[in-house]
């Protein structure tokens, strides 16, 4: 869960702020995954009995086959943190494989998608997160995995502190009108690191503001996550944790931020943001 301490209040002072913050979506800044909202909403627009029965057992299909594929990825041991993500990626793909040649997110416009965001739920405290980076002057980037940048900006579309979105997208023809076919900017943890890495050599930064933040929930974040000066780990992901572990990587190191006094440990919290930490946030 995003919290205040998960957020800026974990930076200490002003001259301690982050110089770039950058934050997951689903499950991270949001209540839940999102993609079962967009074709919820596809389906909304089938008519008659018989074409949403079509439209469900597609759907279905194309569910009960990427759950089957997911399953066996985690009960899979991997020799290495790369050969999982690279595992995980071909997961990715294949499921955007046939969610394309299903035609499951056919028919759908941009400001549906964007009202649609607009209603996506939020979890507790990200928009005191996000208002305070706005009162900080931090910014905050989006990098996600999610189908629609459109539901993205609708439901982060108040937050001025929110000044990029980097996301895969439906791709639409020259009525406005989506085609089926998703654009994949960012489908695997390899996408969000170029993504991520982007932003670290591009990103102007206030003086005084060195450490990269990133903030995630699941195994696509994990290489951003261990990129990044400061990692925080949402919700206590086992998947995420494990290719942590399997990364074997040696120049980090791994808290509860929970176990840090924010009010009282500020010298520890200076300490920690020279030097490569991942916060596991619970």
């Known amino acids: 869960m995003m919290s205040e301490r998960t957020g800026l209040r974990a930076f200490g002072t002003e001259s301690g702020l982050p110089g770039l913050v950058v934050v997951d979506f689903d499950d991270t800044l949001t209540v839940g995954d999102t993609i079962a909202r967009i074709t919820a909403l596809r389906e909304g627009k089938v008519e008659g009995n018989e074409e949403k029965?079509?439209?469900?057992?597609?759907?279905?299909?194309?569910?009960?086959?990427?759950?089957?594929?997911?399953?066996?990825?985690?009960?899979?041991?991997?020799?290495?943190?790369?050969?999982?993500?690279?595992?995980?990626?071909?997961?990715?793909?294949?499921?955007?494989?046939?969610?394309?040649?299903?035609?499951?997110?056919?028919?759908?416009?941009r400001s549906e998608l964007v009202e649609l965001g607009q209603n996506i739920k939020l979890q507790d405290n990200v928009q005191r997160f996000l208002e305070a980076a706005e009162e900080k002057r931090v910014a905050v980037h989006v990098i996600s995995a999610n189908w629609?940048?459109?539901?993205?900006?609708?439901?982060?579309?108040?937050?001025?502190?929110?000044?990029?979105?980097?996301?895969?997208?439906?791709?639409?023809?020259?009525?406005?009108?989506?085609?089926?076919?998703?654009?994949r900017v960012v489908v695997s943890s390899f996408d969000k690191l170029e993504a991520f890495s982007y932003l670290r050599r591009n990103t102007p930064t206030i003086s005084?503001?060195?450490?990269?933040?990133?903030?995630?929930?699941?195994?696509?974040?994990?290489?951003?996550?261990?990129?990044?000066?400061?990692?925080?780990?949402?919700?206590?992901?086992?998947?995420?944790?494990?290719?942590?572990?399997?990364?074997?990587?040696?120049?980090?190191?791994?808290?509860?931020?929970?176990d840090i006094d924010v009010d009282k440990e500020q010298a520890e919290m200076a300490h920690l943001l020279n030097n490569h930490v991942i916060f596991d946030a619970g």
């Open 148 to 183: 629609s940048r459109d539901l993205i900006k609708g439901a982060l579309l108040k937050y001025k502190s929110v000044q990029t979105i980097t996301s895969s997208d439906l791709t639409f023809d020259s009525d406005g009108i989506s085609t089926g076919k998703i654009n």
């Open 53 to 109: 029965n079509e439209y469900r057992d597609a759907l279905d299909a194309v569910v009960t086959a990427y759950l089957k594929d997911k399953k066996r990825l985690e009960g899979t041991q991997f020799p290495s943190l790369s050969a999982m993500l690279d595992a995980a990626s071909t997961t990715e793909h294949n499921s955007i494989d046939r969610v394309e040649s299903s035609e499951i997110l056919k028919g759908l416009t």
């Open 208 to 258: 005084g503001r060195r450490a990269a933040v990133y903030i995630g929930d699941g195994l696509p974040d994990a290489l951003p996550i261990i990129e990044a000066d400061v990692g925080i780990v949402i919700g206590g992901s086992e998947s995420l944790l494990k290719a942590i572990d399997v990364a074997t990587v040696t120049n980090y190191r791994l808290c509860r931020l929970m």
